[in-house]
């Protein structure tokens, strides 16, 4: 029983003094196993990606307000040609 209770003391101080200790500091230097050339292509990379992605909701919108045109355009159409028939049963 002298034991357990000596290692649970021994336990507490060791996590005490652990959990005191500093942290390692954070590097903010980007990687030096990375060359310069790879990093630059690499945001080249991710900023053609952001640029489709734009395009694309871009090219969308366009399409919908084409079809919507087209749709009006065929209701006046449509429409015109209603008031040009000549009534029947009169």
């Known amino acids: ?10 336990g507490l101080f060791a996590t005490a003094a652990f959990a005191q200790t500093p942290a390692p500091a954070q590097t903010t230097t980007p990687d030096s196993a990375t060359p ?6 690499a945001a080249e990379h991710d900023k053609q990606d952001a640029k489709a992605g734009t395009k694309h909701v871009k090219k969308a919108k366009h ?28």
């Open 63 to 90: 399409q919908k307000k084409a079809a919507a045109k087209a749709d009006a355009k065929d209701a006046q159409k449509d429409a015109a040609a209603d008031t040009t028939a000549p009534a029947a049963g009169k």
């Open 36 to 41: 310069p050339a790879v990093a630059t292509a």
């Open 1 to 10: 029983m002298k034991r357990t209770v000596a290692t649970l003391i021994a």
